[in-house]
Every structure is written in C-alpha cells, then in structure tokens.
C-alpha cells in the first residue's frame, strides 16, 4: 500500500516555473515506477512524464520536453515534477501516481495507486 500526497501547485503567468512535489509513505517506495499525470477540465487525464524506480530512466510526452523534468528521492520517498517555461495550455490539475514494477508506464490504467491532485493555474 503506498499513499501520495502532492504539494506545490498555485497560480503562475505564462513563462514562470513551479515545482511539484510527491511525498509516497508506505514500504518499498523505491521499487514503484513513478508518474505525474494532469488532467484538464473536460478532458481526460493525460500522462506527463515517467521515471523508473532507480531514478536513472525518465520519459516525456511530447507537449513538456524538454520543459519539464521529474526526478525521485528514494531517501525522503519522494518525487518531484520540475516545470518551466510554463504555458497557459499546461493550466490542469496534476497528479502523482505509483505503479509496480520497474519499467516506464505511460498508460495511467497501469498505476495502482494516485495523489489528490495539485491544481496548477497558468495565467497569460
């Protein structure tokens, strides 16, 4: 059982960064491949970025890279979704998720467990 809880969401122009944080509690947080996802009103929830359990592997969708950048803390069991040049097509509400196993997972029906979410406003 692994719970999420993110932080760091807010309001911010167009250009501007935020950083989200992730925090996991539950055992074995390191062995969870970790994902971020967002989801806009109206639209479905949509994959972001990826990062495997060693920290070493991430992938993008095409709409953040090269823009945003996830990385993990298996030491403080947290993970975090580093986000610059933000647009105002980036405003959504953005959630941490924690999937077995160890290889990339873009596919958000392969993530057992999910944070409340984090509300992310860009204003133009």
């Known amino acids: 059982q692994v719970q999420l809880v993110e932080s760091g969401g807010g309001l911010v122009q167009a250009g501007g960064s935020l950083r989200l944080s992730c925090a996991a509690s539950?055992?074995?947080?390191?062995?969870?491949?970790m994902g971020w996802f967002r989801q806009a009103p109206g639209k479905e929830r949509e994959f972001v970025a990826t990062i495997r359990w060693s920290g070493g592997s991430t992938l993008y969708a095409d709409s953040v890279k090269g823009r945003f950048t996830i990385s993990r803390d298996n030491a403080k069991n947290t993970v975090y979704l580093q986000m610059n040049s933000l647009q105002t097509g980036d405003t959504a509400v953005y959630y941490c998720?924690?999937?077995?196993?160890?290889?990339?997972?873009?596919?958000?029906?392969?993530?057992?467990?999910w944070g409340q979410g984090t509300q992310v406003t860009v204003s133009s």
């Open positions: 539950g055992r074995a947080f390191s062995m969870y491949t």
């Open positions: 998720a924690a999937a077995y196993g160890r290889s990339w997972k873009t596919n958000r029906y392969e993530y057992a467990y």
